[in-house]
């Protein structure tokens, strides 16, 4: 079981919005700990698409951002493209746990 | 430019070891901040963080297999290598090894390997 919760799954057309949450607690994400987000395609490795809650490494297109409010955070992506369909992971760090890291259960989202 | 590399069986019996290497290349575990770490997804599950070694030799491990993880440098040879025991076919998975650039990057993952999947059958 993930420490931070993600939806299963979640759909849209191509051109819209989605977003995607990933809901921690007050050991995590509301302890202030940076949100990153990752797409992970099949027999690929996990991209990281956003650190530290809202930046973008170089290359990462602008139609992904992030946020981050409370024990929350969001992954946004607008204009939605055929190749975003993937399967998407938050991960932060629990400060409850002498080894930190923890990932959302990931979120697998459909282009309709 | 930053590359990962794994290495290791890709069949283990159960109750066996499993020994991973990850080769790096463009940078040095003893850069200030530095870190690399190994993360294994089962199949049609989510990720699941295993270790994490840091440039200082700080060693961090997912709680529930702590007992069963091992995980060390060898900065000679840009290696790092994670070993697992009494492996078990729920332990079945792609592993990966990535690099997080400590602070730099929030401690984030941002360049990972091409993953190794090992497979747990007798």
């Known amino acids: 079981q993930s420490v931070l919760t993600q939806p299963p799954t979640v759909s849209g057309a191509p051109g819209q919005r989605v977003t995607i949450s990933c809901t921690g607690s007050?050991?995590?994400?509301?302890?202030?700990?940076?949100v990153h987000w990752y797409q992970k395609l099949p027999g690929t490795a996990p991209k990281l698409l956003i650190y530290?809650?809202?930046n973008r490494p170089s290359g990462v297109p602008d139609r992904f951002s992030g946020s981050k409010s409370g024990t929350s955070a969001s992954l946004a992506i607008t204009g939605l493209q055929a190749e975003d369909e993937a399967d998407y992971y938050c991960?932060?760090?629990?400060?409850?746990?002498?080894?930190?890291?923890?990932f959302g259960g990931g979120t697998k989202l459909t282009v309709l | 430019q930053i590359t990962l590399k794994e290495s290791g069986p890709t069949l283990v019996k159960p109750s066996q070891t499993l020994t991973l290497t990850c080769t790096i290349s463009?940078?040095?575990?003893?850069?200030?901040?530095?870190?690399v770490g190994w993360i294994r997804q089962p199949p049609g599950k989510a990720l699941e963080w295993l270790a994490l070694?840091?440039?200082?030799?700080?060693?961090r491990y997912r709680p529930s297999l702590q007992t069963r993880l091992a995980i060390a440098k060898d900065t000679s040879k840009n290696q790092v290598v994670l070993t697992m025991t009494n492996m078990d076919p729920v332990d079945t998975a792609a592993y990966y090894c990535?690099?997080?650039?400590?602070?730099?990057?929030?401690?984030?993952?941002?360049?990972w390997g091409q993953g190794t999947l090992v497979t747990v059958s007798s």
């Open positions: 991960q932060s760090c629990d400060g409850t746990l002498s080894g930190c890291v923890v």
């Open positions: 007050s050991s995590d994400i509301g302890a202030g700990y940076p």
């Open positions: 990535a690099h997080t650039g400590g602070s730099q990057s929030f401690f984030s993952f941002d360049y």
């Open positions: 530290g809650d809202s």
């Open positions: 070694i840091y440039w200082d030799d700080d060693k």
């Open positions: 463009g940078f040095s575990l003893t850069t200030n901040g530095v870190g």
